[in-house]
């Protein structure tokens, strides 16, 4: 597109600047000192200067899935559902720590019951120890009319009752200890559980994205990675949508900032090495209702990526960011622009079609048409572009230039010199 409009100025400036007063079918440019301004053009598209990132949860959670997104360019609300993911390995494993919850639930009331049960019944050995202790207390009256065998096994139950009753508190002071133990340690794995599953359930209640500030949302894309699987080669990451699935902490979506817009460009390696900061931009946006504003370059990547990955023919683009002076409320990230950069100026100077510069002799010439001939003029030339050069010494304007090399017999054989500051050199050729 470029080279044709290129082509199409060129004609229309030869063909309001040529004059062919001789009859020989060689076209002349008639030489005027004017601005010599170098352009180029190239499509790029609109982006916010600033964007403020939707990120999705955080956690080691496994795989993630959208399984809902806010359609790219939508105008959103704070608190709108904007994004809904599935976590399948989250959920399973929210599901088994509930249900591991439940079951140390129903074993924490299980123990308990069996501890009190347990208490209850030692407390009933140990109330009917102390009643028999009792009552042997109140048999020792007999032991004073008993005889001595009689005496001894009074003294003996006595005894027995009394080691019966120690046993009993014993087994009763180690049967609550144990009991409180096992509450505690179920209590304190419940706490656990508990705590980890209010983690997991803040994980799924993560995965529904709320907006948290009104504006206009737009589509990402992650990384794109290759890989190598049993079914061959294979990519993963590109344009985030319903159903891709996130392996990395990337935006799904972003709030661009309207206010401060930019244009992204891809220029080829010949106008990148002509592309400077602050070089001035003319920007037209169709979509935009053939919108026209202006700019100027921000920045340019050093890093270039290769055009036709898999052709013999590898050409080099490199990004431009272009700054948008003035900013309209039809402008929106993601149009298609088109961007006229330009490139150098020089005001009031010399300025030929390239194609009218000719090497004779290991310098450069111009055919410069007297009467009927045309005389060969050196010439020293200045910046360059792909239609114009300037001409910095040999012509002082008003000439008429042949834009093709005539043929030998009508190149004039006379040499001509001119002193002073406007010397021009000719050549004299047989």
Same mark, same amino acid.
């Given at each position: 597109m470029k080279v044709l409009l290129y082509l199409l100025f060129l004609s229309v400036l030869l063909l309001v600047s040529c004059n062919s007063k001789k009859d020989n079918g060689i076209l002349t440019y008639h030489l005027v000192k004017s601005d010599y301004i170098e352009k180029t053009g190239v499509a790029g598209t609109v982006q916010a200067a600033v964007n403020y990132p939707v990120m999705p949860p955080r956690g080691m959670f496994g795989q993630r899935t959208v399984i809902k997104l806010a359609a790219d360019g939508a105008y959103v609300k704070m608190g709108d559902t904007i994004c809904i993911l599935n976590a399948p390995e989250l959920e399973s494993n929210y599901r088994e720590l509930i249900t591991s919850i439940e079951t140390l639930e129903a074993g924490l009331k299980k123990t308990e019951a069996d501890n009190k049960l347990n208490v209850a019944l030692l407390e009933a050995l140990l109330a009917t120890s102390e009643a028999q202790l009792k009552i042997s207390s109140l048999d020792s009256l007999r032991m004073k009319f008993a005889t001595t065998v009689q005496a001894k096994l009074l003294g003996l139950e006595m005894k027995k009752t009394l080691i019966e009753k120690q046993k009993t508190e014993k087994k009763l002071a180690a049967t609550k200890m144990i009991g409180e133990s096992e509450i505690r340690q179920i209590n304190a794995r419940l706490t656990q559980e508990r705590t980890k599953a209010q983690a997991m359930a803040e994980q799924l209640n993560s995965m529904t994205i709320i907006a948290q500030r009104d504006g206009m949302v737009m589509r990402t894309e992650s990384? !794109?990675?290759?890989?190598?699987?049993?079914?061959?080669?294979?990519?993963?990451?590109? &344009?985030?949508?319903? +159903?891709?699935?996130?392996?990395?902490?990337? &935006?799904?979506?972003?709030? &661009?900032?309207? /206010?401060?817009?930019?244009?992204?460009?891809?220029? /080829?390696?010949?106008?990148?090495?002509?592309?400077?900061?602050?070089?001035?931009?003319?920007?037209?946006?169709?979509?935009?209702? @053939?919108?026209?504003?202006?700019?100027?370059?921000?920045? @340019?990547?050093?890093? /270039?990526?290769?055009?036709?990955?898999?052709?013999?023919?590898? !050409?080099?683009?490199?990004?431009?960011?272009?700054?948008?002076?003035?900013?309209?409320?039809?402008?929106?990230?993601?149009?298609?622009?088109?961007?006229?950069?330009?490139?150098?100026?020089?005001?009031?100077?010399?300025?030929?079609?390239?194609?009218?510069?000719?090497?004779?002799?290991?310098?450069?010439?111009?055919?410069?048409?007297? @009467?009927?001939?045309?005389? &060969? !003029?050196?010439?020293?030339? +200045?910046?360059?572009?792909?239609?114009?050069?300037?001409?910095?010494?040999?012509?002082?304007? /008003?000439e008429y230039i042949a834009l093709s090399e005539p043929p030998n017999s009508l190149i004039s054989r006379v040499k001509k010199e001119r002193s002073g500051s406007d010397t021009v050199k000719t050549y004299n050729h047989k």
């Open positions: 990384p !794109v990675f290759s890989f190598i699987g049993p079914s061959g080669l294979g990519t993963i990451g590109g &344009p985030i949508k319903e +159903g891709s699935v996130l392996f990395l902490d990337t &935006p799904v979506l972003q709030f &661009p900032d309207l /206010g401060k817009m930019q244009v992204s460009a891809e220029v /080829g390696e010949a106008e990148f090495k002509k592309i400077e900061k602050g070089q001035q931009v003319f920007i037209t946006v169709d979509a935009a209702g @053939k919108l026209i504003t202006t700019g100027r370059i921000n920045r @340019k990547s050093l890093i /270039g990526h290769t055009a036709q990955k898999y052709s013999d023919l590898k !050409v080099k683009f490199y990004e431009v960011i272009i700054d948008i002076d003035s900013c309209h409320s039809k402008m929106k990230p993601g149009l298609s622009a088109y961007c006229d950069i330009t490139l150098q100026v020089a005001q009031d100077t010399l300025f030929v079609p390239t194609l009218s510069i000719f090497e004779r002799d290991s310098a450069r010439v111009v055919y410069i048409a007297e @009467k009927e001939k045309y005389t &060969p !003029v050196k010439v020293e030339t +200045g910046l360059s572009g792909s239609s114009f050069t300037i001409i910095t010494s040999g012509l002082k304007g /008003g």
